[in-house]
Structure formats: structure tokens, C-alpha cells
């Protein structure tokens, strides 16, 4: 059997070529916008910002707000910190349950499987502001409000379900050859698992990382609001909001906050992006 060499971009004609690139266009201009028009009010003066007629490029723009941000915020590097550490840990405690569940989801047939993880999806369907008071009751009789616990276990809570499902469709198209091979010489299921499956999971897990480690950043505000009032347990949403919030909102300065607190997953994403593009287009191709 012949396969067609040819790259498949240039198996189109020139007016779907345009059409292609014109939607790609259109859908990053939707997209970026409103990254571009954040990090430009964040070089503008306060005085610009309601000028008439609206000036899109800032006239005199400067890193002004950059600097002056740390004094609007005091703490502004703690609430980083907080968000990066409740994120971080929300990640690792995701990963530690979901990859050998995502396994035995994969490879192993048990009474309940379908209905679990017909459950598992069930909870995504449920925002969290629905389960806030339950929460919120269950937090105090543990006694753990006010805590870094109290923000990492909802956010954990919510997070499996998901990461579950990307990680199991990942872990079913390892070849089962593999493992199979493995048991013929003699290894057992957790050396299996810890030997072959892992290394050929590791894209998958990476992607589930990311995911997650996003989620979690991205989730905060609701339950550090109603589960903390202690400003060391912050993190950067809430900084923001009740730095920015209380008499007018400076929005340079909470522009340019807000691009510097969103630097650490940006980084995350950066340093881990190949095994992100791996995972996503592994089982493309065979």
C-alpha cells in the first residue's frame, strides 16, 4: 500500500489556504485581544485611561505601574507565593491519586467501573459555589479554616474527576504487549506498573500536570474567600481584590499585578511544554 508524501497543508487549494488562516486569524484575535489591551492599560497612565476619543497605543507609555504595584499591594510577593504553593501541592496530591487510578481504570475490569466514572463526571457538572456552605461546615468542625488545607482539599476535590478521564483515554492506548511481556518475565503488577507503564505516561501525566496545576491557580478566589480571612494565607486573587477593591480600582497597577501574578504558571507551561505537545498528539500517529 502507497501513501501520499505530500505535507498535508499543501494538499489544499489557495483559496482554502485563505480561508484556513483567515479563521485561524480571526479565532487568536478573539483570543489575544484581551491580553493585548490588559498589558497595554498597564503601560498607561492613569490619566489615560479615560481619555476621549480612547487611545488603543499608550502615549508616553511606561513600567511605571510595574513598580509602583508593589507598594499599592503590601504583600503582593506573599500572595504570589500562596498561589504558587496551593497549586503546587493541589498538583501533587492530584497526581499521587489519579495516576494509579487513571491504571486500574485503563486495565482493569471491576464491578462499579462504568458507574464511577460516570460519577467522576457527575462532579464536574457542579460548580463549586453550589457546595460552598457544606464545605464551609465541614472545614469548621475540622477545625481547619484559616488554613492553607482548607483551600488545597476543594480544590483537589474538584480537580480528580477531570484529570482521571484525560489520563485514563492516555493510559489505554499504551499497548498491552508491553505489560504483557513484562508478567511472562516475571514481574508483578506494581513493578509493571512502575517500570513500563509510568515512562510510556509520562507525556500524559505532564499534560494532566499543567491542566491541573492551572485549574488550581485559576480556582482559588472562590474558596480562599469563604474559607480564609487570614492575609498570610492569601493568595493572589484575593490580594487583589481587596487591595483594588476597597476605594477605586487602579487599573494599570491592577493590570500589570495581574500579568506579573499570572508569571508562574506561565513558567510551568513554558518549561514543560514539549512533553505538553507530545501528550496531547501521542495516538495521532501509528
Not at 505535507?7 to 483567515?22: D, F, V
Not at 497595554?40 to 504595584?69: D, I
Not at 460548580?127 to 482539599?153: D, E, H, K, Q, W
Amino acid at each position: 500500500m502507497s501513501y501520499d508524501k505530500t505535507a498535508l497543508i499543501n494538499r489544499y487549494k489557495w483559496y482554502e489556504l485563505i480561508g484556513i488562516y483567515a479563521g485561524i486569524a480571526v479565532f487568536l484575535t478573539f483570543v489575544l485581544a484581551p491580553f493585548v489591551e490588559g498589558f497595554l492599560v498597564s503601560l498607561k497612565p492613569l490619566s489615560q485611561l479615560f481619555s476621549s476619543p480612547y487611545r488603543f497605543w499608550p502615549e508616553n507609555g511606561s513600567f511605571e505601574a510595574y513598580r509602583t504595584m508593589w507598594v499599592s499591594v503590601p504583600g503582593f510577593a506573599r500572595y504570589i507565593f500562596n498561589s504558587f504553593f496551593i497549586s503546587t501541592v493541589a498538583t501533587v496530591i492530584v497526581l499521587l491519586l489519579v495516576v494509579p487510578a487513571s491504571y486500574a481504570f485503563a486495565r482493569f475490569e471491576f464491578k462499579g467501573s462504568g458507574q464511577l466514572l460516570g460519577a467522576f463526571l457527575a462532579v464536574n457538572m457542579f460548580s463549586g459555589a453550589v457546595l460552598l456552605i457544606p464545605l464551609f461546615r465541614l472545614m469548621r468542625s475540622l477545625g481547619v479554616l484559616n488554613t492553607y488545607f482548607a483551600m488545597i482539599v476543594p480544590g483537589v476535590a474538584f480537580l480528580i474527576p477531570s484529570a482521571i478521564w484525560l489520563l485514563r483515554t492516555y493510559m489505554m492506548r499504551i499497548p498491552r504487549e508491553l505489560e504483557e511481556a513484562a508478567y511472562v518475565d516475571g514481574a508483578g503488577y506494581f513493578y509493571t506498573f512502575r517500570r513500563v507503564v509510568l515512562p510510556l505516561a509520562t507525556p500524559g501525566i505532564a499534560v494532566v500536570a499543567i491542566t491541573t496545576f492551572i485549574g488550581a491557580y485559576a480556582q482559588q478566589f472562590i474558596f480562599a474567600l469563604t474559607f480564609n480571612s487570614k492575609t498570610e494565607y492569601m493568595p493572589l486573587p484575593i490580594g487583589l481584590f481587596a487591595y483594588f477593591g476597597r476605594q477605586e480600582v487602579i487599573w494599570n497597577e491592577l493590570m500589570a499585578a495581574s500579568f506579573v501574578g499570572i508569571a508562574p504558571a506561565m513558567i510551568v507551561i513554558f518549561f514543560l511544554q514539549r512533553y505538553l505537545v507530545s501528550g496531547l498528539t501521542a495516538g495521532a500517529i501509528k
